[in-house]
């Protein structure tokens, strides 16, 4: 549940970015008089798409890889059976890695990370 609370997390900042918002700068009470201009559309729209990426992308994603490891990879142990519980583990892990790699770059292109 932890992986998945930072997934969460991780969208939310996608979001804020998305919207021309700098979390780094944003203190609590900012976020929270922000919540209360944000639409009801807005919600349901981010609550879905959260919704129907970890429950449908990520799993097709992962789903896919595994079927082309099987077919084309060098051992058949590699995609061994596994339980539900890891292989919703493993579904959540691939959000929270794309998650994480969507806000570094969101935060690159749109200035909100200082260039190196």
Do not use: C
């Amino acid at each position: 549940m932890l992986i998945l609370g930072m997934t969460l997390l991780l969208y939310l900042d996608i979001w804020l970015i998305g919207s021309s918002h700098d979390p780094s700068k944003m203190t609590f009470d900012d976020g929270l008089s922000g919540l209360r201009q944000v639409t009801m559309r807005d919600v349901a729209l981010f609550v879905a798409s959260y919704s129907l990426l970890m429950s449908a992308t990520f799993p097709a994603i992962r789903y896919v890889y595994v079927a082309v490891v099987t077919v084309y990879g060098p051992t058949r142990e590699i995609s061994a059976d596994r339980s539900a519980e890891d292989r919703q583990f493993s579904n959540w892990s691939l959000g929270f890695v794309s998650f994480t790699i969507w806000d570094y770059l969101a935060g690159r292109l749109t200035g909100l990370l200082p260039a190196r």
